[in-house]
């Protein structure tokens, strides 16, 4: 598998440095180097806005852009009043790539994630930061290959599996789709993590399929349609279960253990939290381990729906916008026969309904596809159209 670097302007210079430092950062925070670098998280948080400030001073602004930036700065600002800040960078970092090569930022994000990845996991092998072993009821050992949970290996390396498939599309060797099934199997062994293995499985699999046959949703329009829409499916059904859930109904309980209790978790949080129109302070209590090691106390109350857990959390107008973007986000990639990309989001947005790691983007570097395709400028998308005629025409 080979990584080229890409070439950049200066104002790309400027987002790429605050990008490698927030990756860098966060993705080391989330493994027990934590304790080590716990101090500048402060300071990361103001360098990258810094510097992304800098670079918008060698952007042209037009006028959706200034709609966009005043948008972002709105639910910043609500954010930081509830006490938090972990989706402000995620919107500035999307905004501020409207106008860059959505390519660059994925191969940038891939070379990052794979190296902190090995970084950490070959340092808890060696000895020099934890591997902690969590075990199922079932009994099943897993460890955390250094990481503070057992789920972050595996979705940090389903994030790379899917940039790779999107930057190869189906020139993507066969050798390389092996390597990565085969990375998310050895992957898989020690950390138990079945559903990053699966939906790792069915993207390499997407690929398998658009390798083969490279046009076979050009002509599906319905099909396609139907993928554009799945976001708001994903959101609107798991709205539904969770008001609609019964204990005292076994076809409801049966679905509710299928997916690890995930529906009435959800609906215990739902009746306890509720939820608003603009973010609220609401703390959950997971399974995860602190920078120390040490497991959260308490009673056991977490929302993995994506969807339930941005709707308490940042509320009704953030997941409506989210929801919204990501959906046109994807139209714009059916419309530039961006297949790859298009299944990818799907498989995202059905991710979603089970976890919600996909809300951090060091885990899921596919939010920045929202800047590009729904965000840009009019100059970019002039630039994209003239390539577009140019292959025509070639």
Known sequence: MRIQIPKLKFPEYLYFIAFEIYLIYFLLYTSFYAVYIEFASGIVKVVCVLLLLLAEAFQTASKKSVVSIFIIGFFSVMTLFMGGSGIIHTLLFIYAARNMRLEKVMRIAQIISTAVLIFVILSALMGLIPNYMMARSTGVKR??????????????????????????????????????????????????????????????????????????????????????????????????LCILYN??????????????????????????????????????????????????????????????????????????????????????????????????????????????????????AFWIVIGPMVLSSLHYR????????????T
């Open 382 to 393: 002039r630039q994209w159209a003239e390539k577009k005629a140019l292959a025509e025409k």
């Open 143 to 240: 460890y955390c290959l250094g990481f503070r949970y057992v789920l972050y290996p595996s979705v940090i390396l389903f994030n790379i599996t899917g940039i790779v498939i999107y930057l190869k599309k189906s020139a993507i060797r066969w050798r390389t789709i092996l390597l990565l099934l085969a990375l998310n199997y050895i992957i898989y062994l020690p950390t138990n993590a079945r559903l990053s293995f699966g939906v790792s499985c069915v993207i390499i699999m997407i690929a398998v399929v658009l390798k083969i046959k490279p046009n076979f949703l050009q002509k599906r329009r319905i099909l396609c349609a139907l993928l554009c829409s799945v976001f708001i499916v994903c959101f609107v059904s798991s709205f539904v």
């Open 247 to 364: 204990d005292s109904d076994p076809a409801m309980r049966a679905i509710d253990a299928f997916m690890g209790g995930r529906i009435s978790g959800a609906k215990n949080a739902l009746m306890i939290y509720s939820f608003g129109l603009l973010p609220r302070k609401i703390q959950y209590n997971g399974f995860g381990l602190d920078m120390y090691g040490h497991a959260f106390r308490g009673r056991y109350l977490y929302v993995d729906n994506l969807y339930i857990q941005a709707l308490q959390v940042y509320g009704v107008l953030f997941i409506v916008a989210y929801v919204l973007l990501n959906t046109y986000a994807m139209y714009q990639c059916y419309r530039r026969k961006e297949w790859h990309l298009l299944c990818i989001m799907v498989v995202l947005a059905l991710r979603g309904m089970i976890d919600d790691l996909s809300l951090s983007l060091h885990y899921n």
